[in-house]
């Protein structure tokens, strides 16, 4: 196993700029790294090895010739394939956009190639991005690297499988409902879901637009916490595609900025229980920070339970009527995961414009009130998911002796999209069964730096990412 694969963004650029390192040479290890393991894993569904490799001459040039380099020259990246890059499948896990390409980098790409990056390909997505688990009818199933029974999660499953295994140094997820953060979680990486607008979400299908533009965001995923920073410091800035986007400059905190910052944590929101693994996993991290003479306090604030009933009325309710006249018609064309959302979307009552304006209001007063709360405490602590890494197909669990299903399970990630709170996710812990665990960091918008300066410090105490043992459970 080629250890170039899993070094950190942030040193492989490090080692390009000093020489240390070819592009060439890590642009090889990662494709061989895609060769050797993607076809166990069906990380990613697209690989540019040929535009890679003229990208990783061109940087070697760059170097050799003393040119100005970027923050990310020469490192290796992968892309969701719901984002739009030019020449590449852009098709969002679908049949009903099978062999679109896209026609031009989105904005975040552009800058990623700005800063040196180069893009080896583009992951796997389930079917419009709406599910928890990554699975279509394009391309199949992507399995967790620690446990190929297992998922790595959705709707970035397929980029959280290919950074933990190494087929890339970190890349771009999207998320309107946990789907940056419980792939991390589950496969024991980091991840931001930053606020809507931070990062601009143009390019991205499905579109964040209307009320959708409350939920879904564009961000990075990576093994470290700084590469996390690196990534979201190079993509984040005003675009104007994106009815959210806000022309903020990146800030950095001193470290005696941030140990001011007081954090309430808690282990339970109200809505679904969690495994006594995952409980562990929170407190430790509040303890670590206390031991690092922050101010960590127990706090579970109020109106998550509705909050979480809020984001399924535009998320779920809504999500199904907007996609309603793609789909109909063609419903021999739709994968399982899919019509398995739709059929969550059929038990609801339908969406009227009533309800839809009644949620839109009700949640400005619900976030009004809750970043009141954040006052006291700007950083919160809490689980990503009731439940490690599940095997595929599975929808309930017996937690602390209350079942415990499907979407009330992800409640945790759910409530931040539709308040817009900024959210990390760094790995802590572990379950009975050896998969990861991950804690979230929720900062107030538009306050990411706070959040990763808090991850970061989560991360130093409590070991952060570690290489699954993919030489066992993949190659052989």
């Known amino acids: 196993m080629n250890e170039l694969c899993f070094l950190s963004a942030t040193e492989i650029a490090a080692r390009i700029r000093r020489r240390k390192l070819s592009p060439q040479e890590v642009v090889r290890a990662h494709l061989d790294q895609i060769e050797k393991l993607n076809s166990r894993l069906t990380a990613l569904i697209y690989v540019d090895g040929e535009g890679a490799l003229k990208a990783a001459r061109e940087a070697e040039r760059a170097v050799m010739k003393g040119q100005p380099l970027g923050p990310l020259h020469g490192v290796p990246l992968t892309i969701k394939s719901s984002v739009e890059v030019a020449g590449w499948p852009w098709e969002a896990g679908t049949r009903l956009r099978a062999g679109l390409r896209g026609s031009r980098d989105a904005p975040l790409v552009e800058r990623l190639k700005r800063a040196g990056a ?9 079917e419009f991005l709406m599910a928890y ?9 992507t399995n967790n690297p620690w446990d190929l029974n297992r ?77 996390l920073r690196l990534l979201f410091e190079v993509m984040a800035g005003y675009d104007g595609g994106d009815p959210s986007s806000a022309p903020l400059i990146s800030r950095k905190l001193r470290a005696a900025e941030t140990r ?70 063609h419903e021999e064309q739709l994968s399982p995961l899919f019509k398995e959302f739709r059929g969550f979307v059929a038990a609801e009552p339908p969406l009227t414009l009533s309800d839809l304006m009644w949620t839109w209001i009700e949640r400005d007063e619900l976030r009004i009130r809750f970043l009141k709360q954040m006052e006291k405490y700007p950083v919160l602590l809490s689980p990503v998911c009731s439940v490690p890494a599940f095997r595929h197909g599975e929808r309930e669990w017996k937690v602390e002796g209350q079942k415990v299903n499907y979407l009330t399970a992800m409640s945790y990630t759910q409530v931040f999209n539709i308040l817009g ?25 538009y306050e990411e730096e706070t959040v990763l300066a808090i991850a970061a410090e989560v991360e130093n105490r409590c070991g952060g990412w570690q290489k699954p043992l993919i030489q066992e459970t993949i190659s052989e």
Request: hydrophobic share 40%; aromatic share 6%; proline share 9%.
């Open 118 to 126: 180069i893009l080896l390909g583009s992951t796997n997505a389930p």
């Open 260 to 329: 001011k910052i007081r954090v309430g944590w808690f282990d339970e929101n109200g809505c679904a229980p969690v495994t006594s693994e995952t409980r562990a996993a929170v407190r430790q991290a509040a303890e670590a920070l206390a031991q690092d003479r922050f101010v960590v306090e127990p706090f579970r604030p109020e109106g998550l339970e509705r909050a979480r009933q809020l984001w399924w009325n535009i998320f779920g309710r809504a999500g199904g009527w907007i996609l309603n006249p793609i789909v109909e018609g």
């Open 133 to 141: 688990e990554t699975d279509n009818l394009l391309y199949g199933r």
């Open 151 to 227: 998922t790595p999660g959705g709707s970035s499953g397929g980029e959280s499988a290919a950074i933990t295994a190494g087929l890339s140094a970190g890349g771009v997820g999207s998320d309107g409902g946990g789907s940056i953060r419980i792939p991390a979680h589950y496969t024991g990486i980091c991840g931001l879901k930053p606020t809507p607008g931070r990062i601009p979400a143009t390019g991205h299908f499905p579109a964040s637009l209307g009320p959708f533009a409350l939920i879904g965001v564009v961000g990075p995923m990576a093994r470290t916490v700084r590469d």
């Open 421 to 445: 709170n900024p959210a990390a996710v760094v790995p802590v812990g572990r379950s009975p069964e050896g998969m990861p665990i991950g804690v979230q960091v929720i900062g107030r918008p």
